[in-house]
């Protein structure tokens, strides 16, 4: 009798992005890149049912096929920081795991949905597979993404190409190289303000 593997979900990498490369600026704004965010009539939402997005139709379609089977989140203490932790409600998912040398200790919402994991990327993306089983889970882009994309445990990479040049800023892959890597043909959706690209990883 063979032991029965468990279904999993996919790693995914994703982010607004420019069309040079920056998912905000220097000093962490996003500027016109969550433009297409309200600029639609379509109202739809990711994992915090009070914050609703107003966009086009094929953006709508593409938030809810992509974010739909989302059940995990895994960022880093800088986007938690800046955030705030969106005040205890995950973004995106069911709970949030925050990749961090040192968990905070006076943080406002300690019976929020976050865990906070002090021994690397790997172990935060393991943890949250854990926690969504066969649903998907969210990994911010900048250094987490390239540190998970690197480790080889990214399934799909998302980019919502919106129409500016930054000049500088905050890369998706942050702020070190990657080596070489294939992904395949895009799937490709059309949104207003938002070019949104599907990457499945190659193996390698």
């Not at 925050?98 to 943080?107: M, S």
């Not at 702020?175 to 070489?180: A, N, R, T, V, Y």
């Given at each position: 009798?063979?032991?029965?593997?468990?279904?999993?979900?996919?790693v995914?990498?994703?982010?607004?992005?420019?069309?040079d490369?920056f998912?905000?600026?220097?000093?962490?704004?996003v500027?016109?890149l969550?433009?297409?965010?309200?600029?639609?009539?379509v109202?739809?939402?990711?994992?915090d049912?009070?914050?609703?997005f107003?966009?086009?139709?094929a953006?709508?379609?593409?938030?809810?096929s992509?974010?739909?089977?989302?059940r995990?989140?895994?960022?880093g203490?800088?986007?938690f920081d800046?955030?705030?932790?969106?005040?205890?409600?995950p973004?995106a998912?069911?709970h949030v795991f925050?990749?961090?040398?040192?968990?905070?200790?006076?943080?406002g919402?300690p019976?929020?949905p976050?865990?906070?994991?002090?021994?690397g990327?790997?172990?935060?993306i393991?943890?949250?597979q854990a926690?969504?089983g066969d649903g998907?889970?969210s990994?911010?882009?900048g250094?987490?993404?390239?540190q998970?994309?690197?480790?080889g445990?990214?399934?799909e990479?998302?980019?919502s190409?919106?129409?500016?040049?930054?000049?500088?800023g905050?890369?998706?892959?942050g702020?070190?190289?990657?080596?070489?890597q294939?992904?395949?043909?895009?799937?490709?959706?059309?949104?207003?303000r938002?070019?949104h690209l599907?990457?499945a990883v190659?193996?390698?």
């Open positions: 009798m063979t032991e029965e593997v468990p279904i999993m979900g996919k995914i990498v994703g982010a607004t992005v420019s069309v490369g998912i905000a600026d220097e000093n962490d704004n500027g016109p969550f433009e297409w965010y309200g600029n639609g009539d109202a739809t939402t990711m994992g049912p009070d914050r609703v107003h966009v086009s139709a953006s709508a379609e593409y938030i809810r992509t974010s739909g089977n989302v995990a989140a895994v960022i203490r800088h986007l800046i955030t705030n932790g969106w005040h205890g409600v973004a998912g069911d925050v990749v961090t040398h040192q968990p905070p200790t006076n943080w919402f019976d929020a976050f865990t906070f994991v002090t021994d990327v790997p172990s935060a393991a943890q949250a926690y969504a998907d889970v990994v911010t882009s250094d987490i993404g390239r998970a994309l690197e480790a445990l990214v399934d990479v998302h980019l190409v919106a129409p500016v040049i930054l000049g500088s905050k890369r998706f892959f702020s070190s190289s990657l080596p070489q294939l992904l395949e043909n895009p799937r490709t959706i059309e949104g207003d938002a070019l599907i990457y190659r193996p390698s």
